[in-house]
């Protein structure tokens, strides 16, 4: 079992910068991959990034390219998500989520989200 818990979200002006943290304990394995989601009301949940716990690849959504910036402090089993020159369209619950090797996302781990208001 792996329990994730968010923090960092809030309310903040565009073009300003939030850091969202995500927090693990239970099971993790360094060919476990992180990952940000996000939910905007009404709409689907969505990709943001991923990092894998050993080797620290990254991935991204090309709508946060050169904005967000995911990374892990293996030592302190946490997660985080720089979001910086943010935009209304950010608005949005942002989750912290875990999977393991060969799993989906829908089968991984999932914290309880942070809400994120970015106001124009």
């Known amino acids: 079992q792996v329990q994730l818990v968010e923090s960092g979200g809030g309310l903040v002006q565009a073009g300003g910068s939030l850091r969202l943290s995500c927090a693990t304990s239970g099971r993790t394995f360094p060919s476990t991959t992180m990952g940000w989601f996000r939910q905007a009301p009404g709409k689907e949940r969505e990709f943001v990034a991923q990092?894998?716990?050993?080797?620290?690849?990254?991935y991204y959504a090309d709508f946060v390219k050169g904005r967000f910036t995911i990374s892990r402090d293996n030592a302190k089993n946490t997660v985080a998500l720089q979001m910086n020159n943010l935009k209304p369209e950010d608005t949005a619950v942002y989750y912290c989520?875990?999977?393991?090797?060969?799993?989906?996302?829908?089968?991984?781990?999932w914290g309880q989200g942070t809400q994120v208001t970015v106001s124009s």
């Open positions: 989520a875990a999977r393991k090797y060969g799993f989906n996302w829908t089968d991984g781990y």
């Open positions: 990092i894998t716990w050993g080797g620290g690849s990254t």
